[in-house]
């Protein structure tokens, strides 16, 4: 398809289990975004990487948080040894360039993640 | 430390009407702001934004207006039409972060036929 890609959609995972989401980005777009959204909550900023370097990891929450884009275009995000407060949805996005001008990020519709 | 806020976490509209949507904002550094919309089980699709430099931007039925004196701006939605009816949120960026958008919490927006 033309958009952004999120595999899986849902993800059931028991405390302590590690999880891998995958994000395909549009086709050339160079910047991609994780953020992570809580029940009721807006998105918030978890990490960015234009092609395939990482250059803004300060929203991470910790160091079980891991990302990585090694051809610049296929992303993933893993979570080791999950935890309840990881249940969240998991969103990326993409953008030609970077936010601005244009400001748009084209999203994904999200990996929900519900740890037991 | 939440520096967009959209206190309304909902609102009602009749069809015809016009849609207001409030978004307060507590950086003085932000200088471009954002307006996303969400449909249940889709993520955020963007719809209009503005630049600091501007206090109104106008895209066919909606329409955004930025007060920076007091760090707030409101999405205008003229008519309302029952499609509308979504989570929309307000985004911010910032000069030195242009790789980070800070979002509300969201409006739900239910437009009633």
């Known amino acids: 398809g033309a958009g952004v890609s999120q595999s899986p959609r849902y993800k059931v995972a028991k405390r302590g289990q590690d999880v891998a989401l995958r994000c395909d980005p549009i086709?050339?777009?160079?910047?991609l975004f994780w953020y992570q959204q809580a029940l009721g909550q807006g998105p918030e900023f978890l990490t960015y990487f234009q092609n395939e370097a990482q250059l803004d990891k300060s929203g991470l929450p910790s160091d079980r948080f891991f990302a990585e884009r090694p051809e610049g275009s296929v992303s993933t995000l893993k979570i080791q040894r999950t935890q309840q407060e990881d249940s969240a949805v998991y969103l990326c996005?993409?953008?030609?360039?970077?936010?601005?001008?244009?400001?748009?990020?084209?999203f994904g519709e999200g990996s929900r993640l519900t740890v037991l | 430390d939440q520096q967009v806020k959209q206190n309304s976490p909902s609102l009602s509209v009749q069809e015809g009407r016009i849609s207001i949507l409030n978004c307060d904002y507590t950086?003085?550094?932000?200088?471009?702001f954002l307006w996303y919309k969400k449909y249940p089980a889709e993520g955020p699709t963007f719809l209009i934004s503005i630049s600091s430099i501007k206090d109104k931007n106008e895209d066919g039925r909606f329409t955004v207006f930025l007060n920076k004196s007091a760090k707030h701006l409101s999405l205008h939605i003229v008519p309302s039409q029952p499609g509308d009816s979504a989570v929309y949120f307000c985004?911010?960026?910032?000069?030195?972060?242009?790789?980070?958008?800070?979002f509300g919490t969201g409006t739900r927006l239910t437009v009633i036929p």
């Open positions: 950086n003085s550094m932000f200088d471009y």
């Open positions: 996005a993409s953008s030609l360039t970077l936010i601005r001008p244009t400001g748009e990020l084209f």
């Open positions: 086709s050339g777009h160079v910047s």
């Open positions: 985004a911010a960026s910032d000069g030195a972060g242009a790789n980070n958008l800070f």
